[in-house]
């Protein structure tokens, strides 16, 4: 079935319809992701030349900076240019565009983290079997499969949507394309395409995190049971402390979103929280690897001397 939508744009109607308020919000936003694009690139600038960092937790956290400097750019440039513009316009083809690598490397990301925390299960719980378990084969077929399964998960919301009849209002009370408000726009039955957003992105979202945290359940078990001093488990559990804090971030606004029912929260709750995940989690991420990463800041330091 074409769709017979007869809708050639959408209008988005931003994060506050507040004039006043759009040159300050551009500048922070602006800002924000300079941040987020430089944090990102930097990690990959020292990760991708040092022979010390070539192991499967940096290989993945390559992928994750990699994810998050896309992930970012899917949606703030046209948010920035929607602060500066009187018409806030978006083509039907540009906003399932949107869509789809939204959701592609959104959803990418979410597996993305369950891996890493499988990476820190082994390297703890089976440090003698680590290199054999997790060797280069395996992790690029797992990056490689993960990416797949991500772009797949995306092109399903992109067709489904794709299809839908727009035939009312356009104005789309969000800062980007998202599918929960292009189905409140759409003329006819939307009963699947909710039913899809909920069970298959609601599993691509509860899977890997549940693989998450038991993932550190039984690092934790395994410490507490296996570790012979305090300081064996201070490091053990600081090792994966930035990966749980970005996890949390990631995790706790997406599962609000898409599991939560639609009457249970407000259009500004939605925008709000989209903010957390969307914006704000990409630009932490590379601070929170470097912050609390040792091995990182050598590194780091190690590549600044070489380029003075």
Not at 36 to 43: E, L, P, Q
Not at 274 to 292: E, G, K, Q
């Amino acid at each position: 079935m074409l769709n017979q939508t007869s809708v050639t744009e959408f209008l988005l109607l931003g994060v506050t319809d507040i004039q006043i308020l759009q040159p300050v919000l551009f500048v922070i936003f602006l800002a924000i992701y300079i941040v987020s694009v430089a944090g990102n690139g930097v990690i990959l600038m020292v990760v991708i030349p040092d022979p010390r960092l070539h192991s499967p937790m940096y290989f993945f956290l390559g992928n994750l900076s990699c994810l998050d400097i896309c992930y970012s750019t899917v949606t703030l440039p046209k948010m920035l240019e929607n602060f500066l513009s009187t018409h806030k316009a978006i083509s039907f083809l540009g906003c399932i565009s949107q869509l789809h690598f939204f959701h592609f490397l959104g959803s990418t990301e979410a597996m993305l983290l369950a891996v890493m925390a499988f990476d820190r299960f082994v390297a703890i719980c089976k440090p003698l079997r680590y290199t054999l378990i997790m060797n280069h084969q395996v992790c690029t077929q797992m990056a490689v499969t993960i990416w797949i399964i991500g772009f797949f998960h995306a092109l399903l919301h992109s067709v489904m949507t794709f299809r839908l009849n727009f035939c009312g209002s356009n104005h789309i009370h969000h800062f980007f394309c998202d599918v929960k408000p292009l189905l409140e726009l759409a003329c006819g039955n939307t009963d699947l395409n909710e039913w899809l957003l909920h069970s298959v992105t609601g599993t691509i979202a509860m899977g890997p995190f549940s693989l998450t945290l038991l993932s550190y359940f039984y690092i934790i078990i395994y410490l507490f049971f296996k570790a012979r001093s305090c300081s064996t488990l201070r490091k053990a559990l600081s090792t994966c402390a930035s990966h749980f804090m970005v996890v949390v971030l990631f995790y706790a606004p997406v599962v609000f979103t898409y599991i939560r029912p639609a009457s249970g929260s407000s259009v500004d709750q939605e925008r709000i929280i989209a903010i957390m995940y969307s914006v704000v989690t990409p630009v932490l991420n590379p601070l929170i690897y470097t912050l609390r990463n040792k091995e990182v800041e050598g590194a780091l330091r190690r590549m600044i001397r070489r380029r003075l």
